[in-house]
């Protein structure tokens, strides 16, 4: 049993140990080698042609002022993009909402996610069903789901009819339309809309937990809780980093929403203006500034991975317990 | 006997409030789709329709006649590319994981680094390739780049991470060569997880809209979300047909998702009492 | 340092990725075939997007008429996101050979070189383009080009809901035809309406408020592309509509819960309001219960005015068949097509004779946007417009509310558009 726990609580950063047998060493690691990069071959092959290939490009253009169409035309600018995004007003503005949007969404969703998960597989009854209707957010488009929202939380929708006849609120709010509650709202949608997937996420890391690990706490008294933080949470190490991970990468690049919401302006006041948005703004609805836009999505990718690589550096330390 | 009891309760309290504020927009929509244009938009807190009506859904499965085939074709692509990407991520997740080869922590870091680009500045250099390439206007053009996932390589990596060494080992000693040992004992026993990746995949193909709306030209090969979004003209979105058309999509998925739910809890449990 | 690539660099820059370069881009020649019948059998696409159903319908009807006439197959191709799609099909070199042209995007698509010019063509075939009305023609030349031929077009009319407004004891006649009156009915309006129906609805986006801020005679763009937003005489003519909405006499459609006014107005929240004319089909498809009138815009310093939108059919400048796509543009813009597609479609007519023969002044809801069709703003303000509608889009609900004053606002918006404008454009 001894063993058993030890791999359990193996986390992802963790060197793979030795493998036992050690003679034939450099011919054993040969095959390993090969066998690692032949499993690896489809992707590589979509990844060089479908990704790197367009990011190459959309990395040269950042340096460009470009002219797509009527014969393109590069004007080599150097950094200039990138200076003037330092410089504008519009971008900042953009980064704060979209950092502030992110740390309040990320660290609520998975634990909620993780809340859900460890409820739904504690033994109760109509698991299934709840799973299911758990599962239901995750299967409606983003867009349909945004108009829902909007309705729902718009002057004389549901919500403020509610909050208003229970006397919480004296008049309705225009969540939508308030500089303040803008991005609120966006933040409980999406909430509301992932929180289904890295539930189902959490659930299938559950399984892989040994239940002999929570019989033998039982035995020593542990209560759920201590059961919940001393197992269940180390062990799902390398699921919570896929779920943060995952989770700052989409609030990051938040579009949808916030296109929807404002009608493509970012407004009231850029109170809903994203990251993803002005870029999309400057690559499809002005012309002649994609270099722009291929500038701010570089240095989006450079944020988005500098709060990625801080948030696993984050979670390895905590589980070091 | 106290003690044993309050929190059963309590967990039953959240599940059933966590239920009642997932369905209640869900079910707004769906109820919404019996509703005419009218009175979706004139607001109100009524959830039932004051005049139920099968006009939208009439509306969609008349309107254009190749409505079937758009259901078709979105099927066909969803499946092919779900199978294709499992394999294909699953692999690659594996390898990542547990196959030591130069460069591999790199590539790790790589694939993370990808996926953080925002797409909608790949949207144009992805369409000139396409277009060189010439599969334009082909369901290729939709399953081809999208036959790996870079997210669901990085989730069977962590589900692989915790993967027992001695079921592989004793597959070996056995005889089994490192891809009988993939396919035959570990594939299998992830389950739980390929499971959940198959849905997902699944999904984002059937809801998959900015690709099929730059690359698919021809209406005959329209997925079901690109004739969907036909229905709205350009001044004004009809949301009676758009709330009936999303209830028309969504059903396929439930259909999938209750066949693969066996799976989620299934998953053997590694390790332990072997 | 400007370096316009030769094809052989430009491959070699971009891997090996097969590109668009206009090197070599066609003759100016005009090619205007003068054998029409040498045409025949040709094939050429039409770029469009999906409007009404009846809008489809007729379009391929038009299609189907002009290839009997001239034996030119028309393959169409329907954009669902016109913005997206047709930069993309631009830079991918999918173009179609024609395709609808909005007069906002017009002056950046041709200052692209995207579009052909038209005189060339226009002098050979001899048309007449007195016909055209001079707004909507003129929204598509540029520097003395012509850029494209309007197919149709649209104005902004006043619409104001019949039972609504005798419910509260007035007649349509009361409904001021200045708009210096209008704050005033519209307050006594209010105490007569039931509670949760607005009097008057508006949308705060500059693509309904240009003509108002022009009207003391400031454009809002200046000869450098610049955005001018916080003159005097600008701030004053917007004015009375940030008080009026802040007296609840006036809402926008996102602070009642719908969508687009249009919605608002059919879901009888809103006595009245200024939209354009194709609301009319959409209230009547939607909303047939709602009985509605409608009226010209009223007028400011006692001059008529209104906002024009309008769509060419425009010329790829890359297009193969340019000789074929010229004769569908004529055709469609002739007596003949267009007769058929404002009847078809419901829309009007951009020939003024089409208008008088169709009878449209006589159409009770369409007469005010046909009789704007003479005077209306268009939609359009060189390459830069796009920029100053965003920021004025983002500022002045701020205005709206309270949280700034309108001059605060529009001076911000100005800023920040010209600051862009600067960087991006110039």
């Known amino acids: 049993m001894g063993t058993q726990i030890e791999i359990n609580q193996r986390t992802d950063a963790a060197s793979q140990s030795p493998p036992p047998k050690k003679k034939k060493g450099s011919e054993r690691s040969r095959r390993e080698s090969m066998q690692g990069v032949t499993f690896m071959l489809p992707t590589l092959i979509i990844l060089v042609t479908f990704t790197l290939l367009p990011i190459a490009y959309s990395l040269f253009l950042s340096f460009t002022r470009v002219n797509l169409f009527g014969g393109i035309e590069f004007q080599w600018v150097g950094v200039e993009n990138y200076v003037n995004a330092w410089n504008d007003d519009r971008v900042w503005t953009a980064l704060k909402n979209t950092a502030r949007y992110a740390l309040f969404v990320v660290p609520i969703q998975t634990a909620i996610a993780l809340l859900m998960a460890a409820v739904l597989n504690s033994g109760i009854r109509f698991q299934n069903t709840f799973r299911t209707i758990f599962f239901l957010p995750t299967l409606t488009s983003s867009s349909a789901l945004t108009m829902i929202f909007m309705f729902l939380f718009s002057l004389n929708g549901p919500i403020n009819n509610v909050l208003v006849n229970i006397g919480f609120l004296d008049a309705p709010i225009n969540f939508i339309n308030e500089t303040d509650f803008a991005l609120t709202t966006i933040m409980v949608m999406n909430i509301w809309s992932t929180v289904p997937f890295f539930m189902t996420i959490y659930l299938a890391g559950l399984q892989d937990i040994p239940a002999s690990l929570y019989e033998a706490a039982s035995l020593d008294g542990a209560n759920a809780w201590q059961k919940l933080t001393k197992i269940t949470v180390p062990n799902l190490t390398p699921v919570t980093n896929y779920v943060l991970l995952m989770g700052i990468i989409g609030c990051f690049q938040l579009f949808d929403q916030a296109y929807i919401i404002s009608g493509g302006t970012g407004g009231p006041n850029n109170a809903t203006l994203t990251f993803s948005l002005i870029i999309y703004q400057y690559a499809f609805k002005t012309i002649g500034t994609m270099g722009y836009a291929s500038a701010l999505a570089i240095i989006l990718t450079i944020v988005i991975f500098m709060v990625s690589m801080l948030a696993r550096k984050l979670n390895k330390e905590e589980s070091n317990y | 006997m106290k003690k044993k009891k309050w929190p059963r309760i309590v967990l039953y309290v959240i599940l059933i409030s966590y239920a009642l504020v997932t369905l209640y927009p869900f079910l707004w929509a769906v109820l919404a789709s019996f509703k005419p244009y009218s009175e979706i938009v004139a607001g109100g807190l009524s959830l039932w329709p004051e005049k139920p009506t099968f006009a939208n859904f009439e509306h969609i499965f008349t309107k254009d006649p190749l409505f079937p085939r758009w259901i078709m074709n979105s099927f066909l692509i969803a499946t092919l590319g779900t199978i294709v990407n499992v394999i294909f991520n699953t692999m690659a997740g594996y390898s990542l994981a547990r196959l030591r080869f130069p460069g591999r922590n790199y590539l790790f870091l790589l694939i993370l680094a990808v996926m953080m680009v925002p797409g909608q500045i790949l949207l144009i250099p992805n369409y000139l390739i396409m277009r060189s390439l010439g599969i334009l206007d082909t369901y290729s053009a939709l399953i081809i780049p999208g036959a790996i996932n870079f997210s669901y390589i990085f989730l069977m990596r962590q589900f692989f991470i915790n993967f027992p060494r001695e079921v592989e080992e004793a597959a070996q000693v056995d005889g089994l060569n490192r891809f009988q040992t993939f396919w035959r004992i570990v594939f299998p026993m992830a389950r739980a997880s390929v499971a959940t990746q198959a849905v997902f995949v699944f999904l984002g193909f059937w809801n998959e809209f900015l690709k099929p709306l730059l690359y698919i030209t021809s209406p005959e090969k329209y997925t079901l979300t690109l004739g969907l979004q036909s229905f709205q003209s350009q001044n004004a979105t009809q949301w009676n047909y758009i709330m009936a058309a999303s209830v028309v999509s969504i059903i396929p998925i439930i259909i999938l998702y209750i066949m693969l739910n066996k799976y989620f809890m299934q998953g053997l449990r590694i390790g332990g009492d072997k | 340092m400007n370096m316009k690539l030769s094809k052989p660099l430009s491959v070699l820059m971009l891997s090996g990725l097969v590109l668009t370069a206009a090197c070599g881009g066609g003759d100016e020649e005009a090619q205007v075939a003068s054998d029409p019948s040498k045409l025949k059998g040709k094939e050429i696409t039409v770029g469009t997007w999906k409007g009404t ?28 996101d016109y913005q997206t799609q047709l930069q993309t099909d631009l830079v991918g070199g999918t173009a179609p050979d024609v395709f609808y042209v909005d007069a906002f995007l017009a002056p950046e698509l041709s200052k692209q070189g995207v579009l052909e010019p038209l005189n060339p063509y226009i002098k050979k075939a001899k048309k007449d383009l007195n016909d055209f009305y001079d707004p909507a023609i003129n929204a598509f030349k540029s520097k003395g080009e012509l850029f494209g031929l309007p197919k149709d077009y649209s104005t902004l009319g006043l619409y104001y809901n019949k039972k609504l407004i005798e419910d509260a004891g007035f007649t349509a006649d009361d409904i001021p035809k200045e708009m210096e009156k209008l704050p005033g009915f519209l307050s006594e309006l209010k105490g007569e309406l039931p509670s949760g129906v607005t009097p008057a609805i508006t949308t705060s986006e500059l693509a309904r408020h240009m003509f108002v801020l022009q009207s003391g005679g400031t454009d809002i763009v200046d000869k450098e592309g610049n955005a001018v937003l916080s003159q005097p005489d600008q701030i004053s003519a917007l004015q009375p509509l940030v008080d009026a909405y802040q007296d609840k006499l006036i809402q926008r459609p996102a602070d009642l819960g719908q969508g687009w006014a249009g919605d608002s107005f059919g879901a009888e929240k809103a006595a009245i309001m200024i939209e354009g004319n194709w609301a009319i089909s959409h209230i009547k498809q939607n909303f047939p219960d709602v009985k509605m009138g409608t009226k010209e815009v009223p007028t400011i310093g006692g001059k008529e005015n209104s906002m024009m939108f309008t769509v060419s059919y425009s010329l790829n400048s890359e297009a193969k068949e340019k000789a074929a796509g010229w004769e569908f543009i004529d055709y469609a813009t002739s007596k003949d097509g267009m007769k058929i597609w404002s009847e078809g479609a ?58 700034m004053t309108l001059e605060e606002a529009m001076k911000k918006a100005e800023k920040t558009a010209n600051k862009d404008i600067k960087t991006q454009l110039k």
């Open chain 3, 53 to 80: 159903d009846a809008e489809v319908k007729t379009f391929d009807e038009l299609l189907k008429n002009f290839t009997n006439e001239t034996g030119i197959k028309v393959k169409k191709k329907v954009y669902n």
């Open chain 3, 346 to 403: 419901g829309v009007l007519p951009s020939l003024k004779s089409i208008a008088t023969e169709l009878k449209l002044q006589d159409d009770e809801l369409k007469a005010p946007f046909v009789a704007a069709g003479a005077y209306a703003t268009p939609w359009q303000k060189g390459d830069s417009l796009s920029i100053v509608a965003r920021e004025y889009n983002n500022l002045l609900p701020a205005a709206l509310k309270g949280d």
